[in-house]
């Protein structure tokens, strides 16, 4: 099949200090399953000139490869743009739409795909073509989740609640205007309403270094240097909560039994109120070069996050490294499994540090919740099996 691709940024094979994102993992990945099924895609995104390294390591898959600069003139969007949220509006590029528009005329594509509603504005007129819209997320379920609606009833702001519903009303509106959509799990796809499920396909995420499991998997043997892990780019709010939460509210309770738990807090931009609870036995690393590696040092994967749409790749990471998992119920949304078989479940911090207690206290538990968790990923979150989910939304459409 001829493929039209649209993104909104270069993706990427893996994170770096300055590149990070799931949706550059994403469509790295998708772009690379697609190519080896023998399609062939013509890319387009924005970039700036130090994106030339980052091209290089999609070349390989792709026909042509056109990247619009980030800074372009803006320009009224065609097409119906009532459901519009003025966000979206505010940021189109002539640029990349004169781009899109020269694409569709000189070529027949057989399908579209348009990586999240960042980059849907550029094809409402093209309709009538079959376009697969990547939502990725839930960008109406993580403004909902950013602001609990008591807060809203408490402070009145309507300003926020029409923002939130303009957002909810553009997501449906696309649903309709697309021949299929795509979310990462069945509780962002919920937001559109059940009348449109029909025209909704769930494909997952997968790992960066899918790669390197072969060789992790001999260091899961050597001595563990952290009891305790959690890992996230701590300069996003709701990972830097998560982060919080388990150093104030969970820890404590864990050291009344295991004084001397050492706890790893890995990711890049830590801010100040995190570093500052570093410690003999709490490591905040700032930026890691391979996340990997403080996987295989770890015992234990911990996740109180409260806040956040979509899912979370760390709990997949901390699946593939056959890491027990205790994590809250919005952390686990979308891996499917079960409580008590694939993971451990829980809200309340001090349930939380009880479960990890009772965790770090048995490692025929810790084996059996690992090697469970490690068998659904195989299961459900292999890029190659996604990818053939993938292939199945162009051909049945």
């Known amino acids: 099949m001829n493929i039209l691709f649209l993104a909104p940024y270069v ?34 995104c924005f970039g700036n000139n ?5 091209v290089l390591t999609i070349k390989p898959f792709c026909e042509n490869i056109t990247i619009i600069p980030n800074e372009t003139q803006s320009l009224q969007i065609r097409g119906d743009a009532r459901f519009i949220p003025y966000r979206f509006i505010g940021r189109h590029s002539l640029e990349m739409q004169m781009a899109v528009d020269r694409a569709l005329s000189e070529k027949l594509y057989d399908a579209i795909h348009v990586s999240t509603i960042l980059m849907a504005p550029y094809i409402h007129q093209y309709s009538e073509h079959r376009v697969i819209l990547d939502y990725v997320d839930s960008f109406t379920l993580y403004h909902w989740r950013a602001r609990p609606l008591r807060r809203y009833l408490i402070e009145r702001d309507w300003n926020w609640f029409y923002s939130w519903f303009v957002l909810w009303r553009y997501e449906r509106w696309l649903a309709n205007q697309v021949s ?56 996003y709010d709701p990972n830097s909560e998560a982060a919080i939460i388990l150093l104030k509210s969970v820890l404590p309770i864990i050291r009344n039994v295991f004084p001397t738990v050492h706890v790893c807090i890995a990711g890049r931009n830590p801010p100040p109120n995190i570093n500052s609870l570093a410690s003999e036995f709490v490591t905040v690393t700032g930026y890691v070069e391979n996340i990997a590696e403080y996987f295989a040092k770890s015992r234990i994967f911990v996740c109180p996050m409260r806040r956040g749409a979509g899912i979370k790749i ?84």
Request: charged share 20%; aromatic share 12%.
């Open 11 to 44: 993706p990427f094979p893996f994170y770096t200090k300055f590149r990070t994102g799931g949706t550059q993992l994403r469509n790295y990945n998708f772009l690379r399953e697609l190519a080896r099924r023998g399609h062939k895609i013509d890319f387009y």
């Open 50 to 54: 130090s994106a030339s390294g980052e």
């Open 180 to 235: 299929i959509g795509i979310y990462v799990s069945k509780e962002d796809a919920k937001v559109l309403g059940q009348s449109l499920q029909s025209k909704i396909r769930i494909l997952p995420m997968g790992i960066s270094f899918e790669a390197e499991l072969a060789q992790l998997a001999n260091k899961q043997q050597t001595p563990k240097q952290y009891d305790i892990l959690f890992a996230g780019d701590l300069g």
């Open 314 to 397: 760390k709990l997949i990471e901390a699946m593939a490294c056959q890491l027990p998992i205790v994590a809250t119920r919005l952390g686990l949304q979308g891996l499917g499994g079960q409580d008590q078989v694939h993971y451990l479940v829980e809200d309340s911090p001090k349930r939380m540090a009880q479960k990890i207690v009772r965790l770090l206290q048995s490692s025929s538990d810790q084996s059996f919740l690992a090697q469970n968790a490690y068998d659904l990923y195989k299961e459900q979150f292999v890029w190659q099996g996604i990818g053939n989910r993938l292939e199945e939304c162009y051909r049945t459409y």
